[in-house]
């Protein structure tokens, strides 16, 4: 069974700049989830998706940051525009049902000059 | 505020020690507590899930427990190994399904 994709692994960018993150689920989960992981720090969610419903976007910064689930399978996360403080992992994970278990990403990690 | 503490930050020991890793969560409500392990540069790989209604669950050398009253969860790893050297984290469950989780302890296992 094929795990969770994300790209890019790696990204480099000025401040001010925008960035985009791509994550395709494991087949057949319905739930996708966005964690910002700073160095250092244990992950901390950005955005849950339920299909392409919202379920908790809280903390998300919605100044500058978006998400979504189009059509239910791949997400993509922006930054726009990029601060230094965004410099950081972005895990993507998803579960086959809520309150299961999560399967991560590898990660796409963000530095921001 | 729903915080999940990990302690100690870093652990050192000699290969073949059996360790505990402790986790405490300020909200007793708790959906489930999830343990997984991150190598350096890597996602998080699940060890262990273990539901509000259970009080452990095991997987070959790692144990995970559960005490809801006192808001704590421990990770037992037995026979400690280099190749177990990682950062371990644990997460506290939501109701919404998602994960709040601690800073993590740096586990080395010197041969």
């Known amino acids: 069974e094929a795990g969770v994709a994300q790209s890019p692994r790696y990204k480099i960018i000025e401040k001010r700049q925008s960035v985009a993150f791509w994550c395709n689920p494991i087949?057949?989960?319905?739930?996708l989830y966005w964690y910002q992981q700073i160095l250092g720090q244990g992950p901390k969610l950005l955005i849950q998706f339920q299909n392409n419903g919202v379920v908790d976007d809280s903390q998300l910064p919605k100044d500058r940051f978006s998400a979504e689930r189009l059509k239910g399978v791949d997400s993509t996360l922006k930054i726009q525009p990029a601060k230094l403080e965004d410099s950081a992992v972005y895990l993507c994970a998803s579960s086959s049902d809520w309150g299961g278990e999560l399967f991560f990403g590898e990660g796409s990690r963000l530095t921001v000059l | 505020k729903q915080e999940v503490t990990q302690i100690p930050a870093a652990l050192s020991v000699p290969e073949g020690e059996n360790l505990v890793l402790n986790c405490s969560f300020t909200?007793?409500?708790?959906?489930?507590l999830q343990w997984f392990r991150q190598d350096p540069g890597k996602g998080l790989t699940s060890l262990l899930l273990?539901?509000?209604?259970?009080r452990e669950q095991t997987s070959g050398r790692l144990n995970a427990s559960l005490d809801k009253s006192s808001g704590r969860s421990t990770l037992y790893i037995a026979a400690s190994q280099p190749g177990d050297s990682a950062t371990y984290l644990c997460a506290r469950g939501r109701s919404q399904g998602n994960l709040i989780f601690g800073k993590g302890t740096k586990l080395s296992v010197k041969p």
């Open positions: 909200d007793s409500a708790i959906y489930n």
């Open positions: 273990i539901q509000s209604s259970q």
């Open positions: 087949s057949g989960h319905a739930t």
